[in-house]
Structures are given as C-alpha cells and as structure tokens.
C-alpha cells in the first residue's frame, strides 16, 4: 500500500493493533548514553524508513506501540544450549531468569483489548468496518470475491442437470428392461432415445422456470451428456446384436471342439484326416439350421465363413496335439531305449573295468535299445519327425556311453587315488630311520630310495596298467612320483642333519672363529664366503676329512642357514652399499677360480 492512500484514503480504524513487543533471545548489546532496546529499535526503524509512494508503511505506523525486549543466554553448557528441555529452574542463568520475569509482566499489563477513538470498540462499530471492508470489495479495492448469488446458481444448474441426466437413465433403462436384456432394433433404440430426451427437456425446464440464462447453458450440458449416454447405449446393443449372431456360432464350436476332444490321440496321420474332414461339415450343418432364419443371407455366408475359419483352427489344434502326441511316443520310446541301455551297462559292483569289457558291454547295449525304440513308436513310423528322433536316440545313446567311460575313469581315479596313497605310506615307511639309519653315504642312501621307488612305481602299474588310456592313470603316475621325490628330498635334508650333528663340535668352534674376526668383513658376499672357509677348515680335520665335498658344503649350508646368530651377521652387512661391493668381489672370485 502506498504512503498516500494510508495517509488520506485508508480508514485506520481497520487496522488498530494491539501493542507489539519484539522479543530478541540470546542476545546483548551496550548502547551509548543510556538507550534503552525500545529506544535502540525505534531508532532503528525510523533510520531505515524510505518516504516515498512505492514503499510499504512501517510497524511504527500500523502499530500504536512497539516495544523490544531481550533476554539473555539461557544457559552456558553445551549440554543445556543443545536442548533446553532438560534444563530445570535452577539451571537458568539468573539474567535470563530476571529478564523472562520481566517479560511475563510487562505482557500481562499490555493486555488491551481493540479499540476505536481511544476507548473499547462495540458490535455496531465492528459491524460498520466490516461493512467498509464490502464496499472496497465491490468497488475493486481488494481482491475480487465471490458473488454468493453466481455460486448459488451455479450449485442450481449443476444440481437440474444432473437430476435430469439421472431421469434419462432411469427411463430409458426402463423402457429396455421389457426386452430382457436381449439387443432390440436400431430404429427402435433411436425413437425410444428420442421419447425420453424430450421428457428430460421439459423437466430441465420445469426446474429453472424464470432463469432464462441458466436454462440455457444448463440445456446445451444436459444436451451434451444425454448423447453421450446414448452414444454408449448405441454401441452396447450393436454389441449385443454382434453377441446374439456369435452365440449359435460359439455354441457349434465348443460342441465342435468337444468332438475332436473326444478323439483318441495319439493316430496315424492319415486317419485323423479322415474324421476331421467329417467334423467340419456336420459343424456348417448345425450353424445353417439355428441362425438361418433369424439373419439375412449376406450375414449367415459372413457367419458360416467364420465358423468355417474358427474350426480349421480346431483342426489344425488336434493336429498338432496329434503330432505333440506323437513325438510323445517317439520320445517315450526313445527314453525307454535310453534307459534299456543304462540297464545293460550299469556297474553294479563299482569297480573299473576294462576297456574291452566295456566296449562288449556298450554293444550289447546299443543292439537292445535300437530294438526297444522300433517296438514301442511303431505307430509313429510314418511320420517326417521320426528319422529325427532316431537320430536323437543315436545321439542320447552316444552320451550315454562318454557317461560310461567317464564313470569308469572316475571309478580308476578312485582306486588310482588309494593305491598312490597306499604306495606313499609304503615308501615313506621303507625309507624312514628303522629301515635306513641315518647319517649313511649319500650314494648309498639315494640307491636305496631309488630302489624302493622302483618298487612302488612297478606295482602301479601292475595294478592300474589296464586303465592306462586315461589321464586319471598318468596323473596318478606323475602325483605317485612327485611324493615319493618330495619324500626323497626330505630323508636327503635329514641327512645332512644327521651329518651336522656329527660335526657339532668342529662347527662351534668354527663359530667361535666367525665371531672374532667377522668384524674385518665389510660385505654380504664376503662375510659369507669367510663363514664357509673357517667352517670348511674344521671339517678337513678328523673323520669328517674323508667325506664328499659335496656333503660338506651341504653341511655347511645348513649350518649358516639354521643358525640365528650367524645370520644376524650377514644380515647387519645388507644394503645398497654392500651389494655393489660384494658383486665384484664375486667377480674377482671367479678369475681367481679360472
């Protein structure tokens, strides 16, 4: 509202205010001089005030007293701030305590009620500003209202229309309930329509008698909904019609389809041919005689045509359930050869068998199956599928027999599998400590293993050479070996243990050697090669003297490794540094050695 209408135009009556109190919390501020927050806000207000005809009037001008009043932090725990309910009376901080007080009071003595030239306003008084409030309205000064009287006739027209729209129904539904639902003529339906529209007119008119422009709008929408009733009802009894021409037709076709439902499938092709053929003129009869009379010739030539269609689709249905019947038996057959087959070569004691045995088993196999399948689809033998599911046959036969094969290689896998774990326990016993005491020659000890290993292959392939076409047969072979390598390898590792212990003496004292002078050796290589020397020097004394070489390297290589202070050693010489170094001494080793 513009600053000019309020000053002159607006009666300010309407908008007598009761006092306003702006409430600020958690709030404080000092101000110069004294000023109180009513002073501070009323200053604020008439600072920011703009004096124009576009600018909306302020609080101080609507309202006729405008106070502020502050109140301080409730409380000064993040517990009590997150959520002041929890906080009781004597958790508030005593300003804001004082200053809420403050506030109760000072809203109990502003209380007033609305008042006019400075005294309380009466009902004549309030009635005159509301009457104020309809003449701004009427003359466009507020926002457009409702005329009561345009809602009332609206409510009128809609109210006629539909009463009338109902009357149509009921009547005319009326007028049809004599016809027992059956579909009447189509001229009939239209004067019937035509009868009651009138009859709805007159009602319509009878009601808004004296509402001349409301007659009118409410005539062209009872106008519009009548024929869209009619229209509907139009198209239901041209479907009803439709329905009382299909029914003689769809009754035919179920007695129809019931006949060819009756007929014994599976057939022979030829003879369902034959019986079909009969079905479909003693349908065309049956329709002739119960709708010949009731429908012109055209129709009942349309209705023959499609009854005609709709049974060739019949026939063509038992057709096919013929053939589907057929191939049933084609496939029972087949599945009954297929299970005469397993029968022949099922292996009731679980144990592999040969591959000759096998190949007799699966011959003998085939023959009986072939002679189960020609049995049993002789009825389907002149059929174009027949030739298919032979082949079929052939084919799940020939699965059948990878079945075999496969089941006997899992059998062979099976005994391949204990015998090699029966020949592992029988090697690893042969070759432990009771039967090869060791430390002993290393020669010696690798002959004896060899030997027993010999033993133990050879009876294998004793046992499974049969069943050597299968992979099974070489993959046990090869996992029979690698154990008893592994096997061979450990007592080997044992020896050398055997063989250290022997010189468990001269290798102490050749640790205590390592330990005086390993500080003069800067690298990784050679801390190593001093380590290896010293400890070679103490086994050339003694009974180890007369050993391989190669055992006492061995030796002396598990000695290094197995021992945790030596390897402290050479692991304190690691680094960038040292590997550098150390690979040309190695070098320098070998043109020393050349």
């Given at each position: 509202m513009?600053k000019?209408?309020?000053m002159d135009d ?8 009761p ?6 919390q958690?709030?404080?501020?000092q101000?110069?001089d004294g000023e109180?927050?009513q002073?501070?806000?009323h200053?604020l207000?008439t600072t920011?005030t703009?004096?124009?005809d576009?600018y ?9 007293h405008?106070?502020?009043h502050t ?13 002041l ?5 004597e958790?508030l901080?005593l300003d804001y305590?004082?200053e ?5 009071q000072k809203?109990?003595?502003g ?5 006019k ?7 004549p ?11 701004a309205?009427n ?8 005329s009561?009287?345009?809602?009332f006739s609206q ?6 229309t ?12 009326a007028?049809?309930?004599r ?11 239209q004067?019937?329509?035509e ?5 709805a007119?007159k009602?319509?008119?009878?009601l ?10 409410a005539?062209?929408a009872?106008?519009?909904e ?10 239901m009894n041209?479907?009803r019609?439709?329905l009382?021409l ?7 076709e179920l007695?129809t389809?019931?006949t060819?439902g009756?007929?014994p499938l599976a057939?022979?092709s030829?003879?369902l041919?034959v ?6 003129e003693d ?7 119960v709708?010949?009379?009731l429908?012109?010739d055209?129709?009942?030539?349309t209705?023959?045509?499609?009854l ?6 019949l026939?063509?249905s ?16 087949a599945?009954n050869?297929?299970e005469?087959?397993k029968?022949g070569?099922?292996n009731?004691e ?5 591959q ?5 088993l699966?011959?003998?196999g085939?023959a009986?199956?072939v002679?189960?399948?020609?049995e049993e ?5 002149e059929?174009?599928?027949y030739?298919?599911y032979t082949?079929l046959l ?5 699965e ?5 094969h ?6 062979v ?7 090699v ?7 690893r ?10 430390p002993?020659?290393d ?5 004896r ?5 010999e ?5 294998y ?5 049969d069943f ?5 047969y070489t993959?046990?072979?090869k996992?029979?070996k690698?154990?008893?390598?592994a ?6 590792q044992?020896n ?5 212990h ?5 290798l102490?004292?050749a640790k205590?050697v390592?330990y005086?002078?390993?500080?003069k050796y800067s690298t990784?290589?050679s801390v ?11 086994l050339?004394e ?17 000695f ?10 050479i692991q304190?010489?690691?680094?960038l540094?040292?590997t ?7 070098l320098?080793?070998?043109f020393?050695?050349?």
């Amino acid at each position: 509202m513009s600053k000019a209408k309020w000053m002159d135009d607006f009666n300010h009556d309407l908008l007598s205010f009761p006092p306003l109190i702006w409430v600020v919390q958690d709030f404080v501020q000092q101000t110069d001089d004294g000023e109180t927050s009513q002073e501070w806000l009323h200053r604020l207000m008439t600072t920011h005030t703009r004096d124009n005809d576009d600018y909306d009037i302020s609080l101080l001008s609507i309202f006729k007293h405008v106070d502020c009043h502050t109140l301080f932090l409730p409380a000064t725990t993040k517990h009590l701030l997150s959520d002041l309910s929890r906080a009781k009376e004597e958790d508030l901080t005593l300003d804001y305590r004082r200053e809420r007080d403050s506030l109760i009071q000072k809203l109990r003595v502003g209380l007033v009620p609305k008042e006019k030239n400075e005294r309380p306003i009466t009902g004549p008084e309030l009635a005159g500003l509301l009457q104020i409030l309809v003449d701004a309205a009427n003359d466009g000064s507020l926002s457009q209202i409702p005329s009561r009287w345009a809602v009332f006739s609206q409510q009128l027209e809609d109210t006629a229309t539909e009463d009338c729209l109902a009357f149509y129904e009921a009547e005319l539904n009326a007028q049809l309930q004599r016809y027992a639902g059956e579909p009447v003529n189509a001229e009939l339906l239209q004067g019937l329509h035509e009868a009651v529209k009138e009859k709805a007119e007159k009602l319509l008119e009878h009601l808004l008698l004296g509402l001349k422009d409301t007659m009118v709008t409410a005539a062209e929408a009872l106008s519009r909904e009548i024929f869209t009733k009619y229209h509907f009802l139009h198209e239901m009894n041209e479907k009803r019609i439709k329905l009382k021409l299909t029914e003689s037709q769809h009754r035919v076709e179920l007695e129809t389809e019931e006949t060819l439902g009756s007929l014994p499938l599976a057939m022979r092709s030829s003879e369902l041919q034959v019986l079909l053929s009969r079905v479909v003129e003693d349908a065309v009869v049956k329709l002739t005689s119960v709708v010949g009379q009731l429908i012109a010739d055209d129709m009942l030539q349309t209705q023959i045509k499609l009854l005609q269609s709709s049974v060739r689709k019949l026939r063509d249905s038992i057709t096919l359930k013929n053939s589907k019947a057929l191939e049933e038996v084609m496939s029972a057959a087949a599945s009954n050869a297929v299970e005469k087959f397993k029968q022949g070569t099922y292996n009731k004691e679980h144990q592999p068998r040969s591959q000759s045995m096998i190949e007799r088993l699966i011959s003998n196999g085939r023959a009986d199956a072939v002679k189960v399948y020609v049995e049993e689809s002789e009825l389907a033998e002149e059929e174009a599928s027949y030739e298919a599911y032979t082949a079929l046959l052939m084919h799940r036969i020939e699965e059948e027999e990878k079945l075999v094969h496969k089941q006997n290689e899992e059998l062979v896998k099976r005994v391949a599998k204990s015998k090699v774990e029966d020949l592992l326990e029988r090697f690893r016993a042969k070759t432990d400590s009771s039967h090869l005491p060791l430390p002993r020659n290393d020669s010696d000890l690798v002959s004896r293993m060899s030997e027993e290993a010999e033993k133990c292959e050879q009876s294998y392939v004793e046992m499974l050479g049969d069943f050597s076409i299968y992979q099974t047969y070489t993959d046990h072979l090869k996992q029979l070996k690698t154990g008893m390598l592994a096997t061979c390898q450990r007592r080997k590792q044992e020896n050398v243990e055997a063989y250290t212990h022997e010189v468990e003496v001269p290798l102490k004292m050749a640790k205590q050697v390592i330990y005086i002078s390993a500080g003069k050796y800067s690298t990784e290589f050679s801390v190593y090669q001093f380590m290896r020397d010293v400890c070679l020097i103490n086994l050339n004394e003694g009974k180890p003297e007369q050993w391989p070489a190669s055992l006492k390297h061995d030796i002396i290589k598990h000695f290094i490794q197995s021992d945790d202070e030596l390897q402290k050693i050479i692991q304190s010489r690691q680094g960038l540094w040292s590997t550098v170094v150390g690979f040309f001494q190695w070098l320098v080793s070998l043109f020393r050695r050349a």
